[in-house]
């Protein structure tokens, strides 16, 4: 049986906006070598750049002193993010829809939404403060 | 992140080149909120060409809503011009696509304030 290829990369920010573009860099690169297709490869990628913004502007509050950390496990079936941050947490159901009417036109408010909608799982753990997405080569039969 | 703005009779037209993640939303926004100011709650008629943006985020999406609210207040109109499939697709998936009105050319654009 074939041994099955795992790569793990971290990359651990000061918690500044201006750093946004880091990850961009990272996770483009590692789905380009991971040959998803275009419209995933775009998907995935504004997930983790929302996943990132959470972190570092809702969870540490754009403290310099504080790290958002991202992991990628690469496999050969999919790729899972773990996006921690050091802030207080929040809870998902207090979350608003932003897909209902009254929300519609709010300036904010989709960031996990658009997460949840791009990838095949989101788990929020430790209050939030750890988010694991995951996104299949194949989408797994439900 | 470049904007370039530019008026064709009453109508702006603001041309975003690069990604709109993240803090470079900042720049847009200002402009926009600039424009509704001086306007001086005389309707804005505004055309944001998106023809070089690649990416768009929820803080992107976030400037574009707010540009769309504040002005359709004062009976104006915000419409996109030549958006890509990734931007189409986002805004699909918020559930937006009935509030933006998209061209793919800017006479049509122009026109549809007629």
């Given at each position: 049986?074939?041994?099955?290829?795992?790569?793990?990369?971290?990359?651990?920010?000061?918690?500044?906006?201006?750093?946004?573009?880091?990850?961009?860099?990272?996770?483009?690169?590692?789905?380009?070598?991971?040959?998803?297709?275009?419209?995933?490869?775009?998907?995935?990628?504004?997930?983790?750049?929302?996943?990132?913004?959470?972190?570092?502007?809702?969870?540490?509050?754009?403290?310099?002193?504080?790290?958002?950390?991202?992991?990628?496990?690469?496999?050969?079936?999919?790729?899972?993010?773990?996006?921690?941050?050091?802030?207080?947490?929040?809870?998902?159901?207090?979350?608003?829809?932003?897909?209902?009417?009254?929300?519609?036109?709010?300036?904010?408010?989709?960031?996990?939404?658009?997460?949840?909608?791009?990838?095949?799982?989101?788990?929020?753990?430790?209050?939030?403060?750890?988010?694991?997405?995951?996104?299949?080569?194949?989408?797994?039969?439900? | 992140?470049?904007?370039?703005?530019?008026?064709?009779?009453?109508?702006?037209?603001?041309d975003?080149?690069?990604?709109?993640?993240?803090?470079?939303?900042?720049?847009?926004?200002?402009?926009?909120?600039?424009?509704?100011?001086?306007?001086?709650?005389?309707?804005?008629?505004?055309?944001?060409n998106m023809e070089?943006?690649?990416?768009?985020?929820?803080?992107?999406?976030?400037?574009?809503?707010?540009?769309?609210?504040?002005?359709?207040?004062?009976?104006?109109?915000?419409?996109?011009l030549n958006?890509?499939?990734?931007?189409?697709?986002?805004?699909?998936?918020?559930?937006?696509?009935?509030?933006?009105?998209?061209?793919?050319?800017?006479?049509?654009?122009?026109?549809?304030?007629?």
């Amino acid at each position: 049986m074939g041994e099955k290829t795992q790569w793990r990369i971290f990359l651990s920010l000061p918690s500044t906006m201006q750093l946004i573009y880091l990850i961009d860099t990272v996770i483009s690169d590692i789905l380009r070598e991971m040959n998803f297709d275009e419209e995933t490869q775009e998907h995935v990628n504004l997930a983790v750049i929302e996943a990132g913004t959470n972190a570092i502007k809702h969870g540490n509050k754009e403290d310099i002193n504080k790290n958002a950390t991202l992991e990628f496990l690469i496999e050969d079936d999919k790729l899972t993010v773990v996006v921690t941050d050091e802030g207080p947490g929040f809870e998902r159901e207090d979350v608003a829809n932003p897909l209902e009417p009254e929300n519609l036109l709010k300036s904010s408010g989709r960031g996990l939404f658009l997460m949840e909608a791009c990838m095949d799982e989101v788990v929020y753990e430790a209050k939030g403060t750890i988010v694991k997405m995951v996104k299949y080569k194949q989408r797994p039969n439900l | 992140m470049q904007i370039n703005l530019r008026n064709k009779g009453n109508v702006i037209i603001l041309d975003i080149e690069g990604n709109l993640v993240g803090p470079n939303t900042i720049a847009l926004k200002n402009i926009i909120d600039d424009q509704i100011r001086e306007s001086g709650g005389e309707p804005v008629f505004m055309i944001l060409n998106m023809e070089r943006v690649q990416m768009m985020d929820s803080s992107g999406l976030g400037v574009i809503v707010a540009a769309y609210a504040s002005i359709r207040r004062n009976n104006g109109r915000v419409v996109l011009l030549n958006i890509g499939g990734n931007i189409r697709s986002l805004i699909v998936m918020a559930k937006l696509v009935t509030i933006f009105d998209r061209y793919d050319t800017e006479a049509e654009a122009i026109a549809s304030f007629l």
